[in-house]
Nanobody, 126 residues
C-alpha cells in the first residue's frame, strides 16, 4: 500500500495550487481519505477528510470555502484544490487513507488515519 503526494511548491498569497495523491495497492473509492498538514514548529492538523461512505466531508475551519477535496476513481487519485492561499497555509501536506468505517469525516481528521504518504511542501509567500 502506497500513497504518493505531489503538486506542492512556492506560490504567492492569493494564488492556487492543486495537490494530488496517487494510490497503489488499494482503491481509493473503498477507503476514507484525507489531507493533513504540518507547519514548522506546529502539530499536525487535519485539513480535509472524507468518510469511507463518502457521505461526510470535513474541512478545517481555516480552509473552509478555499480548499476542496475530490477523488478521481478512474485514476485512483485524490486531489486537494487550494485557492486564495495564505502564508499561514505554508506546511508539509500529507495524504492519508483508512479502511475503518467512522460516520464522520471529522473523526479521521481529528484522530488520524492508518495509511500515510510522504508529504509535499507548500510555501505561500506574502
Amino acid at each position: 500500500v502506497q500513497l504518493q503526494a505531489s503538486g506542492g511548491g512556492l506560490v504567492q498569497a492569493g494564488g492556487s495550487l492543486r495537490l494530488s495523491c496517487a494510490a497503489s495497492g488499494f482503491t481509493l473509492d473503498r477507503v476514507a481519505i484525507g489531507w493533513f498538514r504540518q507547519a514548522p514548529g506546529k502539530e499536525r492538523e487535519g485539513v480535509s477528510c472524507v468518510s469511507l461512505s463518502g457521505r461526510s466531508t470535513y474541512y478545517l475551519d481555516s480552509v473552509k470555502g478555499r480548499f476542496s477535496i475530490s477523488r478521481d476513481n478512474a485514476k485512483n487519485t485524490v486531489y486537494l484544490q487550494m485557492n486564495r492561499l495564505k502564508p499561514e497555509d505554508t506546511a508539509v501536506y500529507y495524504c492519508a487513507a483508512d479502511e475503518r468505517a467512522y460516520q464522520y469525516g471529522r473523526h479521521y481528521c481529528v484522530y488520524g488515519m492508518y495509511y500515510w504518504g510522504k508529504g509535499t511542501l507548500v510555501t505561500v509567500s506574502s
